[in-house]
């Protein structure tokens, strides 16, 4: 399942969630949502070379460090920001079947999660201590990528779309979205 919370200062948020199982909406309660549906064969079906579209993509740009690196512990991700980051998202779009004709980026606030207590294996709960039943923050940094780009590989593409693309799933991360593109000319 790969999800992404829209939050445009216009309108009402609108959290949307891409699985290859069907949703059952009707199990949530009665006026918790509005909900809609859309089957995605369509449009991976219409994916072709050349074909222009606009894309949305909240990324987890870090960089890991290497096992010498002067930036912090080995494999300790570093958010980047800025540049770094329009540089992450530039990296990955080609190998993600897309060509990148424009590149607007913003980074969103820190991520947080809270992690519950975990069940040991007598049954009894463990980290229950103030410091392990608050909320603490993950290291991921979420820059949200908006532009047009070019279709490159639809194969590639695809994957990318179904599968998601880069870490931080499970904080709302590597969903890609596309939409039509005008034609130029």
């Known amino acids: 399942m ?7 200062l216009v309108g009402p948020s609108v959290l949307l969630v891409q699985t290859r199982v069907a949703i059952d909406t009707g199990r949530l309660p009665n006026g918790y949502a509005e909900t809609h549906t859309r089957d995605m064969t369509p449009m991976l079906t219409a994916l072709r ?12 740009a870090v960089r890991r460090c290497g096992r010498n690196s002067t930036a912090g512990p080995w494999k300790q991700a570093i958010p980047l920001r800025g540049e770094d980051a ?7 779009a080609p190998v993600s079947g897309l060509t990148l004709r424009s590149l607007l980026s913003s980074t969103s606030d820190p991520m947080t ?13 463990a980290g229950t201590s103030r410091k392990q039943s608050k909320d603490i923050r993950v290291p991921y940094a979420a820059t949200l990528y908006e532009g047009v780009a070019v279709v490159r590989d639809p194969a590639k593409l695809r994957v ?8 931080g799933k499970s904080y709302g991360c590597g969903l890609l979205s596309l939409a039509p593109a005008p034609h130029d000319g």
């Open 49 to 60: 070379p050349g074909l222009p579209v606009r894309y949305r993509f909240l990324g987890n």
């Open 113 to 125: 999660a809270y992690h519950p207590p975990t069940p040991r294996p007598d049954g009894k709960e």
């Open 160 to 167: 990318a779309l179904l599968a998601g693309i880069g870490r």
């Open 86 to 92: 329009v540089q992450w998202w530039a990296d990955r």
């Open 2 to 8: 790969l999800f992404r919370l829209d939050t445009d």
